[in-house]
C-alpha cells in the first residue's frame, strides 16, 4: 500500500491505494472514468442524464470504492487526510507522491 494524492478540482486529499494503483495511478484513474463507468453494469450507477445526455457524475470516493469493491477488494483503499492545498500550490515534501485530478 502507498500513498497517493487525488482531488476533483478541489483541495488535494492523501489516501493509501494498493501498490499497482499508484505505480499506475493515471492510467487505473482513466479506466475508472473512462471505462469501467460507461461499461461496467456496475459503473452505469454514476451515469445520469443531464437534458436528455447521458453524463458521468462520480468524485474521488466514488473512485475508491471502486478500488474497494471491484480492482482491490483484499486491499482496502482509505482516506488519510485532507490537505490544505490545490493542486498547484503543493508543498514541496508532496510533489513526489503520485497524483490524479478528477
Known sequence: M???LLSHDDKVSV???PDEAAQNLEAWCLEFAVNWIWHDPNGRKLIRQINGIDVAVYGVSDFIDYLNTWAF???QSKLVKTLDYYDYE????????PQ???
Open 15 to 17: 489516501y493509501i491505494v
Open 90 to 97: 503543493l508543498p514541496e515534501e508532496y510533489k513526489k507522491y
Open 2 to 4: 502507498r500513498e497517493v
Open 73 to 75: 477488494p483484499d486491499q
Open 100 to 102: 490524479f485530478n478528477f
